[in-house]
């Protein structure tokens, strides 16, 4: 029995010209994720990110944490699919819904869920980047390439979208439940996944343990 650990990336710069790079925060979330699997005894003896910079940082954050030195793979399965390009093709369905000012993250979101939507069933119109069953598909393959190995124990590091992809797929959960899926996923969480001969098991969702303490009060971030 082999096993995998999906971890989301530490917090980005949301808001930024650049969302993808860690902010402080996520530097510091994805340390301390490291340093907890140090302290737990976990080791790893593979790396895999998709190939976002967001995911790299993350992954040598948590590696520098667990005094660990490997190569990183990269899977570009593991990438986030384009939000932004999803939000806009939105507006352009529905330009009554464009804000004339700047909203707050939680309207974004609220959007976000609604392109989301549209997008799942083929109903989204625009020049998208990729269709959901192509999202689908190259998440599907990156976990067949995750469990393609002689790995004992991989760490995997890659974004909400995916991650939660890659959970309706190991649970057999209509696409439906990707999206509530990934608004639930914080920041530098970590996911538990066991496999044997094409079976894989859940033994764990979005574990926060390394930012449940007194002195890191706010650190647990979406986004």
């Not at 030195?69 to 529905?94: I, R, S, T, W």
């Not at 392109?115 to 989204?124: N, P, R, V, Y």
């Amino acid at each position: 029995m082999a096993e995998f650990y999906l971890v989301r990336h530490g917090q980005a710069s949301f808001g930024s010209a650049n969302y993808d790079q860690l902010s402080d925060m996520g530097y510091q979330q994805a340390l301390w994720l490291g340093e907890h699997f140090l302290q737990q005894g976990i080791e790893f003896d593979r790396v895999i990110t998709g190939s976002m910079l967001r995911h790299e940082q993350t992954a040598h954050n948590i590696c520098q944490g667990l005094q660990l030195d490997l190569p990183m793979d990269v899977h570009e399965g593991l990438n986030e699919f384009d939000f932004y390009a999803l939000v806009q093709c939105y507006f352009k369905m529905f330009p009554d819904q464009q804000p004339k000012e700047e909203k707050s993250r939680t309207y974004f979101f609220k959007v976000l869920k609604a392109a989301l939507l549209l997008w799942s069933k083929g109903e989204l119109q625009g020049a998208l980047p990729e269709t959901f069953i192509q999202f689908k598909q190259r998440v599907n393959d990156a976990l067949a390439y995750i469990q393609d190995s002689q790995a004992k124990r991989t760490l995997v590091v890659s974004s909400g979208g995916p991650i939660s992809m890659a959970m309706c797929h190991i649970l057999d959960l209509q696409n439906e439940k990707m999206i509530q899926l990934n608004m639930q996923i914080k920041n530098s969480s970590y996911s538990q996944f066991f496999y044997k001969n094409n079976t894989t098991f859940m033994a764990g969702f979005n574990a926060t343990s390394h930012l449940e303490k007194p002195d890191r009060d706010g650190s647990i971030t979406f986004g």
